[in-house]
């Protein structure tokens, strides 16, 4: 675990709308996540990232209520996530790796029916958004490709006007021109002058990380359940170093130790002196280290 | 039936490489600060917004926000109520060369006029360093 003294300072200054403490779930064959802590503050946009089974998935169900954890606890705007206020609901936008949609119902009866829920609906902002995505409105869901239906629980998850996000692999089978829409919807209405300026927290799983890197200002690392890092995305840029291992590496200082080519990853604010040393990585290279 | 094509020519002023080992707030202060430095963004002029620059590249508003406080931090730009951002009127110009470039202009001004009247290099010379020691006289007063 990484940085805990630079997490505790955001936890002072800025409000917390993601807390997990001591998460840990177990599946037959182990663990799915164990001993997970996070602090993830208002208007953070975190990127999740992992190989497939680290536990991603399971780890963003649980926060959001629909797992209940074996052990230690998760809370969105302060409010427990297994039981999550009327309130708490209204703010949460969440979408799920596979497609919550009802086969027969249109993209359009979808839109209409569902927002009859909620209270911050904007259905025009949603048809909007729709059509710039190239989402089918009148084809029964059913029939739509799974991109399609993508698009459209994307959609659904915004239509509210959430002040929290919370996204799992939302966009893998989407084309590059419907991934930047996606991106820019994330942030509200970047094209209308009026929108009204609010913070919006995100925090998306996503192996696309040339979209992530674009983004996000925050990056969680999950490897084999455990949260391997978990800092600011600029913080990690002009800190995190590929060095050498050497005996001159500080323990303390290690993020990650390459098993085969001798190199580790170092947070030089822990071993200023190494920095010189070291070589910057981009957020792929950066995935390939420490899931070496 | 009256057709009306507005055809809107916007090119954007900054190159932002989102994979990148620079971060990308970075990499908008430091173009940010050369386009001030080679005149391309003249004293005043308006930087593009924030929205825009997030919508042209799809990344982050608050990485661009942040790159534009830590200029404004720094004197380069300044914020103009109700607009968004601009060039500041008065740059910290610390380089010798920098100041020169300024003078410049004037003293062509000044070699014109004493060529039109036939006057002398070194008379010319004596009586600029004359001109200054009298300038610099009044602000010792």
């Known amino acids: 675990m990484s940085n805990p003294e630079i997490v505790e300072q955001e936890i002072i200054k800025e409000k917390i709308v993601i807390q997990a403490r001591d998460l840990t779930l177990y599946h037959p064959r182990g663990v799915a996540f164990a001993g997970i802590n996070l602090a993830i503050p208002a208007g953070a946009v975190v990127g999740l990232v992992g190989r497939n089974g680290a536990g991603k998935s399971s780890l963003l169900q649980c926060l959001v209520g629909l797992r209940e954890p074996d052990r230690g606890s998760a809370s969105l705007f302060g409010c427990p996530s297994l039981q999550l206020s009327d309130a708490v609901r209204e703010r949460l936008g969440y979408v799920a790796q596979s497609a919550d949609v009802f086969e027969w119902m249109t993209a359009y009866d979808h839109l209409c029916e569902i927002g009859k829920a909620y209270a911050r609906w904007d259905e025009h902002r949603c048809m909007q958004l729709a059509l710039r995505m190239n989402l089918p409105m009148t084809t029964p869901v059913g029939k739509l490709s799974g991109g399609d239906q993508q698009k459209l629980s994307f959609v659904l998850a915004l239509a509210h006007d959430p002040d929290l996000l919370i996204l799992d692999e939302p966009v893998s089978n989407l084309d590059p021109i419907s991934r930047r829409e996606f991106m820019l919807a994330m942030f509200g209405d970047l094209r209308s002058e009026q929108a009204a300026e609010r913070e919006r927290t995100v925090l998306i799983s996503s192996h696309l990380l040339s979209d992530l890197e674009r983004v996000v200002s925050h990056l969680a690392f999950l490897r084999d359940g455990h949260l391997q890092a978990f800092d600011s995305w600029d913080a990690m840029l002009e800190f ?7 005996d001159e590496i500080d323990a303390s200082a290690i993020i990650s130790r390459h098993p085969k080519n001798q190199t580790c990853i170092i947070d030089t604010r822990l071993q200023p002196e190494l920095a010189v040393h070291g070589k910057a990585l981009m957020l792929d290279e950066l995935f390939l280290e420490l899931n070496a | 039936m ?45 930087l593009p917004s924030v929205r ?66 036939g006057i002398p290099a070194e008379d010319a010379q004596a009586l600029f360093l004359a001109c200054l020691h009298e300038t610099q006289g009044e602000t010792h007063e």
């Open chain 2, 2 to 46: 009256c057709i009306i094509v507005v055809i809107h020519l916007y090119t954007m002023l900054y190159d932002i490489q989102t994979s990148s080992p620079v971060p990308i707030y970075r990499q908008i202060v430091e173009q940010v600060q050369r386009l001030i430095a080679s005149g391309q963004l003249a004293p005043g002029a308006d």
């Open chain 2, 52 to 117: 825009a620059v997030a919508l042209h590249f799809a990344i982050n508003p608050m990485t661009v926000s942040k790159a534009y406080s830590m200029l404004e931090t720094a004197g380069s730009i300044v914020r103009k109520r109700g607009v968004g951002m601009a060039v500041a009127m008065q740059q910290n110009l610390s380089s010798a060369e920098d100041k020169l470039a300024l003078l410049r202009p004037s003293l062509l001004n000044a070699a014109q006029i004493a060529t039109q009247l």
């Open chain 1, 240 to 246: 995190y170093r590929q060095v050498p291992d050497t």
